[in-house]
């Protein structure tokens, strides 16, 4: 079965600091090109991290110097390591394989992320 699973979400306040991993299996090769996103309530899917296939990083503005973004190939395995967490990046965090010309593109389920003030 071709599969992301996110996890390493939960409520942390103000300051704090988590770990969501996107766990790929099936034909997944998480030495793709792989991303993270976002979705806050009412708002809608941002972009959050991407690392290519050359392990290439980028984040987006919001979370430069706070977020980053790596990948265990051994472990078939994206980490977002998130530190200095804010209220206003409480969302939904997605993780997703962006499609190539041979295979599609695939999201994962999805990890809570919550930040108390």
């Known amino acids: 079965q071709v599969q992301l699973v996110e996890s390493g979400g939960g409520l942390v306040q103000a300051g704090g600091s988590l770990r969501l991993s996107c766990a790929a299996s099936g034909s997944i090769l998480t030495t793709n090109a792989m991303g993270w996103y976002r979705q806050a309530p009412g708002k809608q899917r941002e972009w959050v991290a991407t690392?290519?296939?050359?392990?290439?990083?980028n984040v987006t503005s919001s979370v430069k110097g706070r977020f980053t973004i790596s990948r265990d190939n051994a472990k078939n395995t994206v980490y977002l390591q998130m530190n200095s967490l804010k209220p206003e990046d409480t969302a939904v965090y997605y993780c997703h394989k962006y499609p190539t010309r041979t295979e599609p593109g695939y999201w994962g389920q999805g990890t809570q992320v919550t930040v108390s003030s």
């Open positions: 690392i290519s296939s050359l392990a290439n990083t």
